[in-house]
């Protein structure tokens, strides 16, 4: 969807003054501002407008956030109904009708077996903190400490603070290899690779020499999306669903990024049918703002009272946006949309691979996509089939995007991958002129003289 009408671009120096003041005031460890130099005023839908008055389309959504792009009509409406009624702005984790309205939307789209028997939790309004309160959960319900977690997995940024608060001393994370098709940890691939990682696990809890003791969870993203964009074979999901009932091990699906119809499953648990004991949800669950929550199967509801407190647990606006987008998802087929559209996307991006090399891979699930970038003229790696991962050109691309008017973000083990996250909302034509700014983008990265080899030479 266009903006309307543009808005008047700024003079120059305003925003340039900004973004200078940005980079002498802000964080060192700020991230997206370093590579996406823009100063946004105005948005719609899939597009974005610059201060300067330039129209971008944004395939990053708010790192995967905007299910239905940038301030769709029905989030704004239910935020302005809010604010309209004189409702209060901050309850902490009290009853609200708005508050009652999202649980009961929420609760319609997840799997029904899991929903019937489940229980939320309110967390404060960030993915990570959702983690961590699964975290509490499964340990206070088990009385064990330790978590499995795989390879290339991302869950949020806060284990430091729990650490720091004592309430993580004896935490330990057992590591397992996530299932990879390109870049196959064992070097075969496919559901071979699959079945190996799957017996690897079994084998590391069943192995009383292996070192470790039987944990309080596993935690899991059916795709994992920072990591690069890699999809859980269905088949290795249901393993890991039977191995975890086996042995007792709540299983913690994190679909923060995942959710809300982004896989072209409502929830991405679904394409496989397992149902976990624990969801970590947020990011589109909000419509735009901030809201993170935990659903779990209610035999674990066993913690204390405050166990996972925090000021801001209530955002009423947030649940209002959220209930909107979910029902909006639901009425609409979104995921059944996205998934199509995803699976259009993926077969033009594999025939712009055959015309360049440099693409790796292609891979994704639904409206979650993405395009490896490799140094096709490099030997493979380890004896792997895979070309070595070529940062440098990932971000000459990704510049090259920003020039004409499209932003991705990049991600992966390098930061080679090319991610894809745009709106549900997505029309044909503009999936079209995204892939169509791609494929330009990276013929011109292909001849960038600023593209480098990893080891620094300029090609
Ligand atoms: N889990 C997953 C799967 C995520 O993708 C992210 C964020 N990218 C998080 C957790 C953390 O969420 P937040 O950034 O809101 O803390």
């Not at 079994?202 to 292996?210: A, F, I, M, N, Q």
């Not at 935690?219 to 890699?230: A, M």
């Not at 998802?329 to 199509?340: D, F, I, K, S, W």
Request: hydrophobic content about 45%.
């Amino acid at each position: 969807m266009a903006v309307t009408e543009p808005a008047p671009a700024a003079p120059p120096a305003a925003y340039e003054g900004i973004l200078r003041r940005q980079a002498m005031r802000e964080s060192a460890a700020r991230t997206y501002a370093r590579s996406l130099p823009i100063v946004p005023v105005r948005a719609r839908g899939l597009t974005i407008e610059g201060a300067d008055g330039r129209r971008y389309l944004d395939c990053l959504s708010g790192a995967g956030t905007l299910a239905l792009g940038h301030n769709h009509p029905v989030v704004l409406e239910a935020i302005k109904k809010v604010l309209d009624s004189g409702a209060p702005l901050h309850v902490l984790d009290l009853a609200t009708p708005v508050k009652d309205a999202f649980t009961t939307e929420l609760f319609a789209t997840l799997p029904r077996e899991f929903a019937e028997n489940a229980r939320i939790q309110f967390c404060g309004p960030a993915g990570t903190d959702a983690v961590e309160a699964a975290f509490k959960l499964v340990r206070a319900a088990t009385g064990r400490s330790g978590l499995l977690a795989f390879t290339g997995a991302y869950h949020g940024m806060t284990a430091g603070a729990l650490a720091a608060s004592g309430g993580a001393e004896d935490v330990r994370v057992t590591r397992l290899p996530f299932p990879q098709e390109y870049r196959c940890p064992f070097g075969v691939g496919g559901e071979r690779g699959a079945r190996i990682a799957a017996r690897w696990t079994e084998t590391v809890l069943d192995d009383p020499k292996s070192g470790t003791p039987t944990p309080a969870g596993m935690i899991l993203e059916p795709v994992q999306g920072e990591g690069g964009v890699n999809p859980a074979p269905d088949s290795w999901l249901r393993r890991m669903r039977d191995i975890t009932a086996a042995r007792s091990i709540p299983l913690i699906a994190d679909e923060v990024q995942t959710g809300v119809g982004r896989t072209g499953a409502f929830w991405a648990v679904e394409h496989s049918g397992i149902v976990p004991d624990v969801m970590v949800l947020s990011k589109a669950i909000g419509g735009s703002l901030p809201l993170a929550v935990i659903v779990y199967r209610s035999e674990l509801d066993t913690w204390q009272p405050g166990a996972h407190a925090g000021t801001f647990r209530g955002n009423q606006l947030a649940m209002a946006a959220g209930t909107a987008t979910l029902a909006y998802v639901r009425e609409n087929r979104l995921a059944e949309r996205a998934g199509t559209l995803g699976a259009r996307m993926l077969a033009s991006l594999r025939a712009l691979a055959a015309d360049h090399p440099c693409i790796g891979d292609v891979r994704g699930r639904g409206l979650m996509i993405g395009v490896e970038l490799v140094d096709p003229e490099a030997a493979p790696v380890d004896g792997g089939s895979a070309a070595p991962p070529d940062p440098a050109l990932a971000v000459a691309v990704q510049q090259e995007c920003l020039r004409r008017g499209l932003i991705v973000e990049l991600g992966g083990r390098h930061s080679t991958v090319v991610r894809l996250l745009p709106p549900l909302t997505l029309t044909d034509e503009q999936a079209t002129a995204v892939i169509d700014r791609l494929a330009d983008a990276m013929a011109a990265a292909e001849h960038s003289p600023h593209r480098r080899t990893a080891t620094g030479s300029i090609r």
